[in-house]
């Protein structure tokens, strides 16, 4: 359901402008597809915790098959791919997982996402391009 | 107001005309008179002794068993009541100049009376049912008004004929629905004697009567009590007004109840018989009059608790307003039934969703500074001094010199022991004055030195003048 009441990004310069456009916020763009079980899963975590960290964070969703331009820039290859930028920078996270670029799996815990977008947020204020996630997501095998 | 209005209208159109009404009453009169002469004189005899022991002794209708009577119309202790007070309403709504203390006891006499009619229709119309029952028992549950009751017995009699234009009063439903049990009664049930009609005929023509008094009354009630009682009026209706005051014995009764008594007023545990409400029923809610009123019979069962406690407090309010006649337009209390409304109305709305609070902004706060020279300057302002320093202190083996204060409490003097000059003094704690307001500070002492010169001057003697205008220009 989540996907239904976040603002989706049809056009390559959609995403542009919603990077640009934003001069204090972080921005956080799911690419994906709203049809997979993974968007569908994290659309809902992302609309929960939307009016929450609106004050530091926007959210938008893009489609991946609408919009392709960014497919092969970004390696988006994964069904699911969260990625944060602020003042028009993209923000690294090490989550433990390999992928510094993105956020690459469905996570199930509201504050930990809220967590993570905050130091994402911090780590931009500062400066820093490459933050470490407060939980690391290493595959446990 | 508006509902009794509307109620009585809802008489009229049910009734049709009163003076349709009433030919059709002396019709049946007359009509009962006829059989009685063709009835042998055997009966009339029976009739008679059986009447005899009641019409000497006379038992009121509230004790009377109903199955052992012949004739009701013997045991009504109202309608002898009743001449007077409708000829004395006639005075009184013709004498406009009528004092108001006498008018509202009247007004009280003929609440009462409303009352016992409306009682004695209840002792009537089962009275009729308990007789009719064996001609045609289905009858009181299709038709449960006791008007429309009386009517249609008078009408059908043994025969349980359906002419349609007699039965007008019925609604289009109800006559269908009659017209079909009647069918299966009219080869059914027993065929009544002629007394027993005659007494039947009688009944249901004083239950008729009676009804058609008990509206004279209420609409006189109600003519006269916006009169009264204006505000009260405008609160909970004439009729609910009217039983307020009633059973207060007055508009001054009422003035002096508590609030908190008038929604018990008529509710079962306290008048007994007089009210007449679902039997049985074990409500938290006191259903006395005021209950029964319009305003809060139309609210939600569940606020008409709360609403009843808020009416309650406007009524009292108003009545008081009403007895010192203060504001006899009623204007008071029509603003209070809105504000009660209004207030029912919020009780009843949704709680507003509460909106999802957005975390602060996570930004990163300054360090707290523990050390360094400022720091550690802020820290001297606020040290022990060394005097008190001192009392803290002890010499070995030595006794310690000690103060009473005023509260009579032992202090050490620690090794201060008196002689002060030796120990420092504190000059870190001493207050500061800025720049700023070191020049402020210069500034008001010139001014108050000004001041003063302008006060130590020889008023008397002196031309002053041009000194004090020279300090003022300074």
Redesign the interface.
């Known amino acids: 359901m989540g996907s239904v009441f976040l603002p989706h990004l049809n056009s390559g310069w959609h995403v542009d402008q919603a990077i640009l456009s934003e001069d204090e916020r972080l921005v956080v763009i799911r690419f994906g597809r709203d049809w997979d079980k993974d968007c569908m899963l994290m659309d809902e975590l992302l609309y929960e915790i939307t009016p929450l960290v609106s004050n530091f964070a926007v959210v938008y969703l893009c489609d991946i098959d609408k919009v392709p331009d960014f497919n092969e820039m970004y390696e988006l290859y994964d069904p699911m791919t969260v990625m944060f930028f602020h003042k028009n920078k993209h923000m690294m996270c090490d989550f433990g997982t390999g992928d510094n670029n993105k956020l690459n799996f469905v996570m199930t815990d509201k504050q930990e996402l809220i967590d993570v977008i905050e130091t994402v947020y911090r780590g931009a204020v500062k400066g820093k391009g490459l933050v470490i996630s407060p939980v690391q997501y290493t595959r446990r095998s | 107001m508006s509902l009794d209005q509307a109620l009585l209208d809802d008489l009229d159109s049910d009734f049709g005309s009163s003076d349709e009404q009433q030919q059709e009453l002396q019709e049946t009169e007359v009509d009962t008179n006829n059989i009685g002469q063709i009835q042998g004189i055997e009966e009339e005899q029976e009739k008679d002794q059986l009447n005899q022991p009641s019409s000497t002794t006379f038992i009121p209708l509230d004790r009377i068993q109903i199955d052992q009577i012949q004739d009701i119309t013997d045991h009504t202790a109202v309608s002898t009541k009743l001449q007077p007070v409708l000829s004395q309403i006639h005075q009184y709504l013709s004498n406009k100049f009528v004092s108001k203390q006498e008018e509202s006891q009247f007004l009280i006499t003929v609440n009462a009376l409303s009352l016992e009619i409306t009682n004695e229709i209840i002792i009537i119309h089962n009275f009729i049912k308990l007789r009719y029952q064996k001609r045609y028992p289905e009858l009181e549950t299709l038709v449960p008004n006791a008007i429309e009751y009386a009517k249609l017995v008078q009408i059908f009699g043994n025969e349980l004929k359906i002419n349609e234009d007699s039965l007008y009063f019925l609604g289009k439903e109800k006559l269908l629905m009659l017209t079909m049990s009647t069918h299966q009664a009219q080869t059914a049930g027993t065929n009544l004697t002629e007394t027993q009609l005659t007494q039947l005929n009688k009944a249901c023509e004083l239950l008729i009567s009676l009804e058609e008094s008990k509206r004279q009354l209420l609409s006189y009630i109600s003519d006269r009590l916006t009169v009264l009682a204006p505000n009260l009026t405008a609160i909970v209706g004439p009729t609910v007004s009217s039983q307020l005051i009633t059973i207060l014995g007055g508009l001054e009764g009422l003035a002096k109840t508590p609030s908190c008594n008038i929604p018990s007023l008529g509710s079962k545990s306290t008048v007994g018989s007089l009210t007449f409400g679902r039997s049985g029923s074990t409500s938290l809610v006191n259903e006395g009059y005021l209950f029964h009123s319009d305003l809060v019979q139309d609210m939600d069962p569940s606020f008409r608790k709360q609403a009843m406690r808020m009416i309650a407090g406007k009524v009292i309010l108003a009545a008081r307003i009403d007895f010192s006649g203060s504001i006899p337009d009623g204007s008071q209390g029509l603003k209070w039934r809105k504000e009660v409304e209004s207030k029912v109305e919020k009780l009843g709305e949704a709680p507003e969703n509460s909106k999802?609070k957005?975390?602060?902004?996570?930004?990163?706060m300054k360090a707290k500074k523990r050390a360094g020279r400022k720091v550690r300057k802020l820290k001297a302002k606020f040290e022990l001094s060394e005097l008190r320093k001192a009392q803290n202190v002890m010499m070995f083996g030595q006794r310690e010199n000690t103060v009473t204060d005023a509260y009579g409490e032992e202090i050490g003097l620690g090794i201060t022991n008196g002689n002060m000059a030796k120990i420092p003094v504190n000059v870190n704690n001493k207050a500061k004055v800025t720049k700023n307001m070191k020049g402020r500070l210069e500034k008001s002492r010139i001014e108050g030195k000004l001041t003063e010169d302008i006060f130590n001057q020889d008023f008397i003697n002196l031309p002053a003048v041009p000194s004090v205008s020279q300090g003022k220009k300074q």
């Open positions: 999802i957005a975390l602060p902004v996570p930004k990163d």
